[in-house]
């Protein structure tokens, strides 16, 4: 099965008692929102950002994408374009994507851009 990363994204949102999802809904704009994002990754909480991928391969769901949010100063977060913001940083490991901490960009295309999701664990 190929879809683990989509697995993981349903499992926090059909978790609430365990993770919260971070709406951008919540806040004023986009970079308040990376902001606070970022924010709670350095204060100790795991964060992490997902993407579902909803295309069928021979009749199997495509895999999606999962990062965690890393540490990082907010005044050295990079902006993207493809984002609207200075971006949280992100421990990636997706194929060809092994980064120990790299722009939230660079993990996800800008196709994804608008579709990716974040939650915390609040335990």
């Not at 990754?41 to 991928?53: F, H, K």
């Not at 999606?64 to 971006?87: A, K, Q, W, Y």
């Amino acid at each position: 099965m190929n879809n683990r990363a989509n697995e993981m994204i349903e499992a926090w949102d059909s978790h609430p008692q365990d993770w919260t999802q971070i709406n951008l809904s919540d806040f004023s704009n986009k970079q308040a929102w990376f902001n606070y994002i970022q924010t709670l990754a350095n204060d100790g909480y795991l964060v992490v950002s997902g993407w579902i991928n909803n295309s069928i391969t021979d009749g199997v769901r495509d895999s999606g994408h999962v990062t965690v949010i890393v540490p990082g100063n907010l005044e050295d977060m990079e902006n993207s374009g493809n984002f609207g913001g200075r971006v949280p940083f992100t421990m990636d490991t997706g194929a060809n994507m092994r980064e120990t901490k790299q722009k939230l960009s660079l993990s996800y295309g800008k196709d994804k851009a608008n579709n990716v999701v974040f939650y915390y664990y609040n335990r």
